[in-house]
């Protein structure tokens, strides 16, 4: 039994490990992913079909707010248009969140209100 403990313990110390090492890379996934680093989404668009959500990877040690609306020359524009879910969640370093259901068709506007430019939209076909 003691055997096993030790083994256990072992094991998790290489699953830490193995985790510290994943910097600059986030396996986690899901569908529609997006993926952000520091300081920016690195996609500013995705298209997806009605029903669907949006997958935020976050690839970075920073986290990341990201609500409905978007940045104009530096000032925040919060907003939520006709038929956005509506959208408040913390992504954390390295972490990663689901936004949606996106049940109605159009383009909606997402946005991060910790970094100053970090925007971008959803599609929804
Ligand atoms: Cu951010």
Known sequence: ???????LIVLSFFTVIISACAVGGNTAT???PVHMDSM??????ITIKKGEVVTF???GASPHTVVNGTW?????KPGVEAGAPKTNIQVDGYG???VGPFNTA???QL???LHPGMKMSVVVK
């Open 1 to 7: 039994m003691k055997k096993l403990f030790g083994v």
């Open 30 to 32: 899901g569908p529609n």
């Open 40 to 45: 920016s989404f690195t996609s500013l668009s």
């Open 57 to 59: 990877i976050n690839d």
């Open 72 to 76: 104009n020359d530096g000032t925040q």
């Open 96 to 98: 990663s969140g689901t």
């Open 106 to 108: 159009g383009t909606f």
């Open 111 to 113: 946005y991060c209100t």
